[in-house]
Each structure stands twice: as C-alpha cells, then as structure tokens.
Nanobody, 115 residues
Framework: QVQLVESGGGLVQAGGSLRISCAAS????????MGWYRQAPGKQREWVAS???????NYANSVKGRISISRDNARNTVYLQMNSLNTEDTAVYYC?????????WGQGTQVTVSS
C-alpha cells in the first residue's frame, strides 16, 4: 500500500507562482512512477506531469515551460512548481503513484488562480 498526502494549494493571482507537494509513505520501493493530474470544474481529469524512477520527466503540452516536477528522495516527496499561472490552471491537483499492479491517489489540493 502507498499513501499520498498533498499540500501547498491555495489562491494565487494570475502570473504568480505556487509549489504543491506530495508526500508518499508505505511501500515506497514498489513505486515505478509518480506524477500529477488535475481536474477543473466541469472537466475531465487531465494528466499534468510525471517522472519515472529511472528519472525521466514528462509534461503535458498545456503546461510545458511553466510547470516543473521534482522530487526529494530523502523526504519521499514530489513537488510541482507552477509558474506564470493563469485562470485555466484553476483545478484540484491530484498526486498519483503507479506500481506494477495499481495506481494510488492523494486526496487532492485546490489551486485557484484569480484574474
């Protein structure tokens, strides 16, 4: 089992920055990949960014160049640094961890960008 707890969401003005975090616990060694999805009101959940245990990172085209994913292995924590935020980035951001058999999800953290 893997447990994920997000933090760091909040309200930010357009053009601003925000960093959200995801702390993992439990069967850390079973994780193959971690990343973030987001879900805006009335829209489907959208993949944002991810990295694998091999170290490769990937980003959705909609956030490339503005958002970066990083990790702190010592803290078992994944970060999503978001810059140049706009109102379309408003969503609940969900951290996930993928193992060989399933995906685990955090509870989500709200990010609201005001114009």
């Amino acid at each position: 089992q893997v447990q994920l707890v997000e933090s760091g969401g909040g309200l930010v003005q357009a053009g601003g920055s925000l960093r959200i975090s995801c702390a993992a616990s439990g069967s850390i060694a079973s994780i193959n990949a971690m990343g973030w999805y987001r879900q805006a009101p009335g829209k489907q959940r959208e993949w944002v960014a991810s990295f694998t245990t091999a170290g490769s990172t990937n980003y959705a085209n909609s956030v490339k160049g503005r958002i970066s994913i990083s990790r702190d292995n010592a803290r078992n924590t994944v970060y999503l640094q978001m810059n140049s935020l706009n109102t379309e980035d408003t969503a609940v951001y969900y951290c996930y961890a993928a193992t060989m058999t399933r995906m685990y999800w955090g509870q989500g953290t709200q990010v609201t960008v005001s114009s």
